[in-house]
């Protein structure tokens, strides 16, 4: 067979070449883009240093964890509320006034219920909350920006007093194993 035959030789073609990117700032929808990555980075960063304290869900073999234990760390908390500090309070007072909604089937939210016996333990459980609503698709159809960027917000405010408050906790979240 001649190269006549067969023709040129042909340089693959790549499907995503095309692929336009999205503009996710404005798939946002008004969600400040910089509450979520700073959330983001407080989420990530504090959920390491969970684990890494040993606060960790396993699976029900107990070989792979799934995720931080959020209840046990809470169980170990001592912050009290009003905490003394006019952001934590605020922080605290704002979440369980308006704790996160509950997506339903149908992709319409339903409001939770006020959290009446306000304290930092029981608005630091909306936290992780917070997050799934974020990060599994739950806040790009119709979000209430205003209230959505505050419970980012708030919720780091809840993360750092942790933080402040557990030396050996923020060792670990600034640990890069390095």
């Not at 605020?90 to 997506?103: D, G, H, L, M, Y």
């Not at 306000?118 to 739950?138: C, D, M, Q, T, W």
């Not at 780091?156 to 942790?162: G, T």
């Amino acid at each position: 067979m001649s190269e006549q035959d067969v023709g040129p030789a042909r340089t693959p073609v790549e499907p995503l070449d095309a692929f336009v990117e999205p503009d996710f700032i404005a798939l946002l929808c008004g969600i400040d883009p910089k509450s979520v990555m700073n959330f983001f980075f407080y989420f990530s960063r504090f959920e390491h240093a969970l684990k890494i304290k040993n606060y960790k869900k396993l699976d029900r073999t107990r070989r792979y964890i799934v995720g931080a234990d959020w209840n046990a760390f809470v169980s170990a908390l001592n912050i009290p509320y009003p905490s003394g500090s006019d952001k934590i309070d605020e922080a605290v007072s704002f979440i369980c006034t308006n704790p996160v909604k509950r997506q339903k089937e149908n992709l319409t939210w339903e409001d939770a219920v006020p959290i009446t016996q306000a304290s930092f333990n029981y608005a630091l459980l909306e936290v992780p909350k917070i997050r799934n609503n974020l990060f599994h698709g739950g806040k790009y159809k119709r979000p209430d920006k205003v209230r959505d960027t505050q419970l980012l917000n708030y919720s780091v405010v809840l993360i750092k007093a942790c933080l402040h408050g557990d030396a050996s906790l923020y060792r670990e979240f600034l640990n890069t194993g390095k």
